[in-house]
């Protein structure tokens, strides 16, 4: 049984372009989560996603952030317009309910930008 | 949300018994005491979790006092392969969920040889 899988593991982009990164949750779990950390940082919680709903975006920057979890294919994170503050490991996680245990973390896309 | 508060950082030898002290004064009635482990370059990964007294599996120990207010990691005769960064998280999970749980600076735990 698959991890959780991210890709790309590294993104490089330079300012003004779009980063998408993507995630692929552990088979038979239907809710996803992103973080953001910055170097020394804990994981910031950014957005909970269910199968084609956003269940809480409370930590998602209010402009060129947004997120998606479509009925088939992975969860994708877009970046619009990135600036170098958007530098950051992005880090996805899954699981089976609502209401988990525990969470089941991916490795992460490490964003740079130039 | 309980807040945490952890050490920074911790050194420690092979073979030795480590142990990571969380306080959470503000713990509430329906919280859990949740641990992650995270190396670098990788996403955290569940350790061990507890409400009270104590909790054990093959990877570590979780000790919860009476009132609550903090709990202590314990890890048993630590490797170089310990050395990583350490979360604890206080919160309702299964009301919730992780949405709402805050992860810290965590502690840093430096295994020497």
């Known amino acids: 049984n698959a991890g959780v899988m991210q890709n790309p593991r590294h993104l490089v982009r330079r300012r003004g372009q779009e980063a998408r990164l993507r995630c692929s949750p552990m088979k038979g779990h239907s809710h996803v989560y992103w973080y953001r950390q910055l170097p020394e940082e804990g994981l910031k919680f950014m957005v909970y996603l269910q199968k084609e709903n956003i269940i809480d975006e409370s930590g998602m920057p209010k402009e060129r952030f947004s997120a998606e979890f479509p009925k088939e294919g992975p969860s994708i994170l877009r970046i619009q317009q990135v600036v170098r503050g958007d530098s950051a490991a992005y880090f996805c996680a899954s699981s089976p309910t609502a209401s988990p245990e525990k969470l089941f973390f991916g490795s992460g896309t490490q964003l740079s930008v130039l | 949300l309980a807040k945490t508060t952890q050490p920074i950082s911790m050194d420690s030898y092979e073979g030795q018994e480590v142990n990571i002290t969380c306080s959470h004064n503000n713990i509430a009635t329906n919280d859990y005491i949740t641990w992650y482990q995270q190396f670098p370059s990788q996403g955290p990964r569940f350790i061990i979790q507890g409400y009270k007294t104590k909790v054990t599996n093959e990877v570590a120990s979780l000790f919860i006092p009476a009132d609550r207010k903090s709990s202590t990691l314990s890890l048993p005769r630590v490797s170089l392969s310990d050395t990583a960064v350490y979360y604890c998280?206080?919160?309702?999970?299964?009301?919730?969920?992780?949405?709402?749980?805050?992860f810290g600076a965590g502690t840093r735990l430096a295994v020497h040889p």
């Open positions: 998280l206080v919160g309702d999970m299964f009301s919730g969920g992780y949405n709402k749980l805050i």
